[in-house]
């Protein structure tokens, strides 16, 4: 008896797709007639991914996500608001600053340590004697004394620490999975964490946390592939699970852009800055297909989403294209 063995191959974007996030999408298939008999089973998989590097596991926020201030300052809180294109980065007041930056912006953690300093700058009057640095060796968040003052740095823990509250183990008010996610990256616990803020100083004995910390990193690769299917009408066992259907690892092809960026100066007027950015296309293909089941007998829709290698949705405003390939063959 003849295995029959038949192949269909189909093509996705999430441009027309009217979520912001296009790192998610779901997809009618019934017009592809993904079909099989009782006797058969369907399987897919990823013959090519093309996804923007501007994807990030960071989405923007109306709220604070992040809190620094440092000794030089006198305190005085810088706070900061992640942006899908706006930027905003004021000048020293005195007072209290809200800086804005596009998620675009915070795609590594050396990026993300540059935005803190420019949050350090933005509540200190003349140049930094202390700023956020990385350990070449350890890889641990440091502070940069070149002027040798042992001036204090802290990182607020309100933003990414779910449990603390006023009272240790209590829900925090303030917190956000993306502030969470910005602590993580950073190196800071946020597990059982009992404390206002992360100090940091050229004195060991003033860096509350460092006992815990761990190499910053930003939890962006392998890019996962989760996927879920819809079956209609009709139930059917693991219709709605998500699994990973391919991991994708970064494999940019650079191009360029002209980007607009708003800077606050004093007397609160602004200046218009372009500057001239790399982009790029992560693009993955594969010679031998790896498919997983589809549990299912008609696909009517599909779901896919991006995630991290932690399980953190990812966010892009910029729609990812696929290539996929079922295939549909007799299970006797």
Known sequence: MLNMTYLKRVYLSSYDNENRNKARASYDLDSADITCLSSQEISVGVVEAVIPTSISWLAPTPRPVLEVSSSQGNYIKAFLFVTESETVIPSYTGSNTELYIPFTAMTS??????????????VVSGALTAKFGVDPQSGKLISEDNAAAADQLLVGMKYGNPQGGPQSGQPEPAYTKQGQLILQALGLNTTNFVGEFTSISGFDDNNANRAIWHPVDTPRIPINIHVSFGCGAVSSAGVGESRILESVLQVPAFGTRNTLYRRVTEGADSEDITR????SNIVFTKKHVDRVR????????????LKDAYGTPLFSIAPPYYELEFEIHDTV
């Open 294 to 305: 589809v549990p299912v007998k008609h696909v009517s829709d599909i779901t896919i989403e």
């Open 276 to 279: 001239r950015e790399n982009v």
């Open 109 to 122: 953690a050396t990026s993300l340590v540059s935005v803190m300093n420019l949050m350090l700058k933005s």
